[in-house]
């Protein structure tokens, strides 16, 4: 996995490019993400709060960033612990 790499979900539609790669396998709905996308699994339960295109996904270190591009049902993980939504940041504030 490296940056600009489109991953694509075996468990539903979800597919996403990667920004920042680090160590570990990235996952949707509970299966593992692949470049192929030629995989099929079921989705999981725990893995199943769905994903919104255009928002990006990082893990708790900030070690792994994913820009969702094809909305699906499986949540993005990393190893097993769902990713979350990057915040913006805040502008400055002008006088």
Same mark, same amino acid.
């Given at each position: 996995?490296?940056?600009?790499?489109?991953?694509?979900? &075996? %468990?539903?539609?979800?597919?996403?490019?990667?920004?920042?790669?680090?160590? !570990? =396998? #990235?996952?949707?709905?509970?299966?593992?993400?692949?470049?192929?996308?030629?995989?099929?699994?079921?989705?999981?339960?725990?893995? &199943? %709060?769905?994903?919104?295109?255009?928002?990006?996904?990082?893990?708790?270190? !900030? =070690? #792994?960033?994913?820009?969702?591009?094809?909305?699906?049902?499986?949540?993005?993980?990393?190893?097993?612990v769902a990713l979350v939504l990057k915040e913006a940041k805040p502008l400055p504030a002008s006088d």
């Open positions: 996995m490296k940056p600009g790499s489109r991953l694509k979900s &075996a %468990a539903c539609d979800t597919e996403a490019v990667v920004i920042r790669c680090g160590e !570990g =396998t #990235v996952q949707c709905g509970g299966a593992p993400m692949t470049e192929g996308g030629s995989e099929t699994a079921d989705l999981s339960g725990d893995f &199943a %709060a769905g994903s919104i295109v255009g928002k990006r996904y990082v893990d708790e270190a !900030g =070690t #792994v960033e994913l820009l969702c591009v094809k909305p699906g049902k499986g949540s993005m993980a990393l190893d097993g």
